[in-house]
């Protein structure tokens, strides 16, 4: 007994204290200044020429609730919080209900969040799950509370909630799915957009109409049992042939989003931005996206990969002089998938790793004319490991051949050659040098391309010999400003010099090799298929792996980093290693078809240029059968009375 009643006590004592906290915690959120909510969370992002190309809130026009369909509103309120207009913000018996059925479940699929909450959620910037954030939300929604009307709370819900495909607030996606206003929706068409919130990559009509329909239709049963509407009611409704438009009012791109996304990402990580558009009331983010390149990317992702196919996509193009991301793609289609494999994803990156260890060896004495065999190798180690790389289709040489050959052909015996002269750490050192975070592991296999890379650092990191060895930092934003005007950020341009210009130029000129006919012989250079398509000079190098594609190529106006493969890590095939080069090239080529000017680089003073037989690195006499002119640091250049550097090493 006075166990029981020392229990009651103590549940008195916490419900009084409930009591109170609660009074107070309303009474002071009461006499806080009122939150201007029609200008939170207004986001509007501006390309490189300062036009428009996305609205966060999608609040061009703020529509009144007594503007917007009652089946609309009904059908949100039955769906997403039934109890709206009793409760003060907080529907404590349904958290309580909530929590019990999560717990007997061992799931989290039960959500207790109120539309306040939800709404309080809508006014921040980043969605990050920490304890500050969550006890930020909770001030939010009493504040909410304590200021705003049912129908003001409604109201600007309704106007910031994402309805997908970029869609905030129900009257964009109102003209947008239906080409009509919020005002004028069918129950029918009310249903339907109502169930896309709860997940937009799963709920949007126009990417999974089967899981649409049925979530239209548990919307319309709960109306139908909350007596809002009759069982003929929804009958019609579940009958009601449906026309989507999916039109945009701004840039109709569907790549775009994934540019949006990503700039998303990068303001989050900006200290100067507070953390939530309470602080500012809106921004403006000015970006450096370039439409033009950016519809060349993804109409030459529409052209090339084959539209039966489940292979998917990113891509980056990049100012190398400052690290402008003038587009970016991180799939093929955002309303199928918003995953951003451009800012998300690291895989194996395959032969291009090689131009890194190719700098490197250039730094330590190696010289476009440096000679390995090329043939079957196996590398023994001291605890009497075995490492037998292969190159493709096996084809080998069998004789002496230089760096330069070894690139037209991602010759893996030469790289690996190279790698183990050089020592392990070398690689690992030269990633990092020039910006690749990466953790790489100083293994026989990494010039192969094993390790997994982000494709944003590896346009970086070529960005290093593109703009003639300095290390740049990758950006999507350039200023960011509050709705008045006020700078709150500027992105400060610094370039560090990592890498010699001498050898860079180099470098460069031998990374033509991969589309070189001069190259043909044992074998093909890699990219030889893409000579007679290119008007300008380029450094290419591929690279493939079991599980992916690659090609990142450059000159001095930009350089273009694209990945083809399977989220599933699925095997591609041959015939889809084209796709990753012939989408590089055409939008480089779009990119840079009105330009004018040398894109190429000038030869460096302490350069010299002499013909060379291409295949053996040779200088060429007049016997010569093919001749081409290679360039060498000066007092580096090779000569017929030279021995040639062939060591076969084996440790």
Not at 64 to 81: H, P
Not at 415 to 430: Q, Y
């Amino acid at each position: 007994m006075k166990a029981l009643k020392k229990s009651l006590k103590i549940c008195g004592f916490i419900i009084a204290f409930f009591i109170i906290g609660n009074i107070l915690a309303y009474a002071y959120a009461k006499i806080t200044p009122k939150l201007q909510i029609k200008s939170a969370n207004s986001l509007a992002l501006y390309d490189n020429k300062n036009q428009l190309f996305f609205q966060g809130t999608g609040s061009k026009e703020w529509i009144a609730l007594d503007n917007i369909s009652k089946d609309l509103i009904n059908a949100t309120i039955v769906s997403e919080d039934k109890n709206f207009y009793k409760h003060r913000g907080f529907d404590f018996l349904r958290i309580i209900k909530a929590s019990y059925t999560n717990i007997i479940t061992h799931s989290k699929k039960e959500g207790a969040s109120t539309i306040s909450q939800q709404y309080a959620k809508n006014l921040f910037l980043d969605f990050d799950k920490t304890l500050k954030r969550k006890w930020d939300e909770l001030w939010l929604t009493l504040e909410l509370e304590v200021h705003y009307t049912k129908d003001e709370i409604l109201e600007g819900y309704l106007n910031t909630i994402n309805y997908g495909h970029g869609m905030y607030g129900i009257e964009n996606a109102a003209k947008f799915y239906f080409d009509k206003s919020a005002a004028d929706l069918t129950l029918a068409e009310a249903a339907m957009l109502t169930g896309i919130p709860k997940s937009p990559s799963n709920y949007s009509p126009l990417v999974n109409e089967k899981l649409a329909k049925q979530r239209q239709e548990n919307i319309l049963q709960l109306m139908v049992k909350n007596k809002y509407i009759t069982e003929d009611d929804m009958t019609k409704a579940l009958n009601e042939e449906l026309h989507y438009i999916g039109k945009k009012d701004l840039i109709d791109l569907d790549t775009v989003m994934y540019y949006q996304d990503a700039v998303i990402r990068e303001l989050n990580t900006i200290d100067a931005i507070p953390s939530s558009f309470l602080d500012t009331g809106g921004l403006k983010i000015y970006t450096n996206l370039d439409i033009e390149a950016q519809t060349a990317l993804e109409n030459n992702i529409k052209n090339i990969m084959p539209n039966d196919s489940s292979l998917e996509v990113a891509a980056v193009m990049m100012n190398p002089n400052d690290g402008k991301i003038l587009a970016l793609t991180g799939g093929r289609n955002y309303s199928s998938s918003q995953y951003n494999r451009a800012v998300q994803a690291k895989r194996q990156v395959g032969s291009t790793m090689k131009p890194f260890l190719y700098y490197a060896a250039l730094e330590n004495g190696f010289t476009s004319s440096t000679t390995f065999t090329s043939e079957e190798t196996t590398f023994t180690f001291s605890n009497n490991e075995t490492y037998s790389p292969q190159n493709y289709n096996a084809t080998y040489g069998n004789k002496p051949i230089c760096m330069a050959t070894a690139i037209a052909y991602s010759e893996n015996i030469y790289a690996v050659k190279t790698h183990m002269f050089l020592g392990e750490d070398t690689l690992v050192n030269m990633a990092k040098r020039v910006g690749i975070t990466a953790d790489l592991k100083p293994v026989p296999s990494l010039p192969l391309g094993t390790g997994e890379i982000s494709i944003i650092e590896m346009a970086a990191g070529y960005s290093a010999f593109a703009n003639e060895g300095y290390k740049i930092k990758p950006h999507l934003i350039t200023k960011v400003e509050d709705i008045y005007g006020n700078v709150l950020y500027e992105h400060e341009n610094i370039k560090e010099n990592i890498l010699n210009k001498n050898l860079t130029f180099i470098l460069n000129n031998m990374l033509t090799a991969t589309y070189d006919s001069n190259y043909i012989d044992y074998n093909y250079p890699t990219a030889i298929n893409l000579a007679a398509r290119m008007t300008h000079k380029y450094a290419l190098k591929t690279g493939t792996t079991d599980t992916d594609n690659w090609a990142i190529g450059f000159n001095n106006a930009a350089v273009t980093a694209v990945w083809v493969g399977y989220d599933n890590n699925q095997e591609i095939v041959p015939s889809e290693y084209k796709y990753a080069s012939n989408i590089w090239l055409d939008t480089m080529e779009a990119y840079e078809q009105n330009m004018t000017g040398d894109l190429w680089y000038e030869q460096p003073e302490n350069v010299s240029s002499i013909l060379v037989e291409p295949i053996s690195g040779k200088p060429a006499t007049v016997d010569s059968q093919k001749k081409k002119v290679m360039y060498f640091v000066k007092g580096t250049e090779p000569s017929n009375d030279d021995p040639v550097f062939d060591e076969v090493i084996n440790h």
